[in-house]
């Protein structure tokens, strides 16, 4: 069955810092994956995607991920985080079965911001 | 902005009770997907529908059924409600691909 690892469950990064979240995933074929981004009361909003091809993808709000098959990761970085950016952080696979797709997420990490 | 919205925003049920929750998507998604996020977890896949039919289900029992209609619009009814139900719901249209937009979700409170 498909899963995602979130081994994180809260990190606290200095604003201008860099950031690194981790995400590991189980699938057996090749994965579609995600980076979502949900703020307090707030539904999703994508950051970015991996299909196919370049395995560095840019995101919005400056973002971006790298898929390393031989790790099975898809970590999501930043090279100067803001305030702004303090929310939950969701990594989710695409599950393609028979007439369906569904995402499956990880259970999050909560990014908090210090001055 | 996704163009999918939900309502209610919020709502509280008495357990035992029975609830619908409405999704309204943009033009052009035939699909519709519905998640359950518990507090401090990852939204986790109730069921699919394409063309106004159940295409897939998660691990969720019958109680948990849903409509999808021409205009783009979902329903999420939930019988014999338990405090377990209780959750953040949300909606998520797209066109039969992994390019799904999520609408804000409705916050379901079961005492």
């Known amino acids: 069955a498909q899963s995602v690892t979130q081994p994180d469950i809260h990190i606290t990064v200095s604003e201008g810092a860099s950031l690194e979240l981790r995400c590991n995933y189980s699938?057996?074929?090749?994965?579609?994956l995600f980076w979502y981004v949900q703020s307090p009361g707030q539904g999703l909003q994508l950051l970015l995607k991996?299909?196919?091809?370049?395995?560095l993808v840019q995101g919005i709000k400056g973002f971006e991920a790298e898929f390393k098959r031989s790790q099975s990761s898809f970590n999501l970085r930043k090279p100067s985080v803001h305030w702004s950016d303090a929310a939950e952080y969701f990594c989710?696979?695409?599950?393609?079965?028979?007439?369906?797709?569904?995402?499956?997420f990880g259970t999050g990490t909560r990014l908090l911001v210090s001055p | 902005e996704t163009g999918v919205t939900q309502s209610p925003t919020h709502l509280i049920k008495t357990r035992g009770q029975q609830v619908t929750l409405r999704c309204s998507s943009q033009s052009g998604h035939n699909t519709v997907s519905w998640y359950q996020q518990a507090l401090g977890q990852g939204p986790q896949f109730i069921f699919q529908y394409y063309r106004e039919e159940e295409n897939g289900r998660g691990n969720f029992p019958p109680r948990f059924s849903g409509l999808q209609f021409p205009n783009y619009s979902s329903e999420l009814n939930v019988n014999a409600l338990e405090l377990d139900d209780s959750a953040l719901y949300l909606c998520?249209?797209?066109?039969?691909?992994?390019?799904?937009?999520f609408g804000p979700g409705t916050r379901l409170t079961v005492t």
């Open positions: 991996y299909f196919s091809g370049d395995t």
């Open positions: 699938y057996g074929a090749t994965p579609y």
């Open positions: 998520a249209t797209g066109a039969l691909s992994y390019e799904q937009y």
């Open positions: 989710a696979v695409g599950s393609m079965n028979t007439g369906f797709q569904k995402l499956v």
